[in-house]
């Protein structure tokens, strides 16, 4: 955190004051500067507060909007990967007949995993592109209202970006399976 810097103002423009106290008179001190307040200005009402608590509530509020950041991040994710474990099977469904007559003319493992997971890539490479600019920008504007003098280092997007294709290999990894170990003659005997 900066350094607070007063300026001082026009006593028309006044309106907060600082006193710095003796530790344990803080309160006698906010009795005796509300005396004094009533008798320079009897009709404004005397409201005081401690800079720690201004403090408190501050970083309070970040922590509260920390939590729903949170909370709507993982849903995100959760969402997200259930649309992508449905999009796959809806792509293997599809493509199962394809798969199937690869596998009949001696396609191994690998190029049939190549063949499910080449349609996801190139998309979630581009979600990736678009999404990372925006998630860092997102992140230094909060970051600026929390700690001005933060940098935003490399390893967080990196983290982003392995926890992308665990998801993505998660998802798949059902699909692959299965396409693997189906029989290639059920699929292909009503053609």
């Given at each position: 955190?900066?350094?607070l ?36 200005y ?5 409201t ?14 970040f ?9 709507s ?27 199937s007559?690869?596998k ?13 997971t ?31 003098s ?16 665990l ?18 003659t ?6």
């Open positions: 955190i900066k350094p810097i007063f300026q001082v103002n026009t006593e028309e423009n006044y309106r907060y004051l600082s006193a710095r106290t003796l530790p344990g008179t803080s309160e006698q001190v906010a009795k005796d500067l509300e005396g004094a307040w009533k008798k320079v009897p009709s404004t009402p005397y005081y507060y401690f800079q720690d608590a201004a403090f408190d509530n501050y970083f309070n509020h922590a509260q909007v920390n939590a729903i950041l949170s909370a991040s993982f849903m995100t994710v959760l969402v997200a990967i259930i649309g992508l474990f449905g999009f796959a099977m809806l792509l293997l469904s599809r493509k199962m007949k394809e798969l007559i690869h009949i003319l001696g396609a191994n493992t690998f190029q049939l995993s190549r063949l499910i080449g349609e996801f890539l190139i998309p979630v490479f581009i979600a990736t592109i678009i999404g990372l600019p925006i998630g860092f920008f997102m992140l230094k504007g909060l970051l600026s209202q929390i700690a001005p933060s940098h935003i280092g490399w390893v967080p997007f990196l983290i982003t970006i392995l926890a992308i294709m998801m993505l290999g998660i998802s798949l990894g059902k699909h692959i399976y299965t396409a693997v170990m189906v029989n290639p059920w699929l292909l005997k009503e053609e």
